[in-house]
């Protein structure tokens, strides 16, 4: 079965400062991924997605992920953090025999300034 | 564009009462997801249509919910009756098919359902 998995509940870090959080899948075959990131009371908003291609994806907001095959891995990345990107973060991976996204439990993002 | 519009925003009802919630999916998508935001379960996948047909509704905890499209602007989630335990925030979600590619989920803002 299709899994991701989002190794920490919460993820500390200060305001310009570099930010990663940690995503990992279980798939058969070559995978589709996303990030989305949900701010407080509001709905999930996609960030990025891997489909093919190049292994580092750029998304909104100034975030970026890598995909990395080897390592079944596909970490989001920030250069420099802001304090408005504290919030929610969901990587899913879409099921390719339902077509369902499959998403992780979720990490929470604390920026401090 | 609107994006994926929900009504209500926020329910309270008692146990035993009926619920409907209600989504506008973004216009021309042909898929349509609804799920549910606990703090113990998560986000679950309770249904999802494709071109207003139910595709997959194993994710329906029980009879007590249905949901319907009646059409490709309009769906529908029904709990009856209700219990304290589906308090939760319920999100719908639209997509389109382009082929070949696979194409991320617009989530509307949510429906928070608190049940007495």
């Known amino acids: 079965a299709q899994s991701v998995a989002q190794p920490e509940d919460q993820v500390n870090v200060a305001e310009g400062n570099p930010l990663t959080v940690k995503c990992t899948y279980s798939v058969s075959g070559n995978p589709y991924l996303f990030w989305y990131v949900q701010y407080p009371n509001r709905g999930l908003q996609f960030l990025l997605k891997?489909?093919?291609?190049?292994?580092l994806v750029k998304g909104s907001y100034g975030f970026e992920a890598e995909f990395n095959k080897s390592q079944t891995s596909f970490h989001l990345k920030k250069p420099s953090a802001l304090v408005s990107d504290s919030a929610l973060y969901f990587c899913a991976v879409r099921d390719k025999d339902t077509d369902k996204l499959i998403f992780g439990t979720g990490t929470r993002l604390q920026v401090f300034p | 564009d609107a994006g994926v519009i929900q009504s209500p925003r926020h329910e309270v009802t008692e146990m035993g009462q009926e619920v409907t919630l209600r989504c506008k999916p973004i216009?021309?998508?042909?898929?349509l997801f609804w799920y549910r935001q606990t703090m113990m379960r998560g986000l679950e996948l309770l249904i999802y249509f494709n071109n207003n047909v139910p595709i997959d509704d194993s994710g329906m905890p029980e009879d007590r919910f249905s949901a319907k499209m009646p059409n490709a602007s309009f769906s529908t989630l029904k709990i009856q009756p209700s219990e304290p335990r589906d308090s939760a925030v319920y999100f719908c979600?639209?997509?389109?098919?382009?082929?070949?590619?696979?194409?991320?989920?617009?989530f509307g803002p949510g429906t928070r359902l608190t049940v007495l």
């Open positions: 891997y489909i093919t291609g190049d292994n």
């Open positions: 216009s021309g998508h042909d898929y």
């Open positions: 979600a639209s997509s389109f098919s382009t082929g070949s590619s696979y194409n991320e989920q617009f």
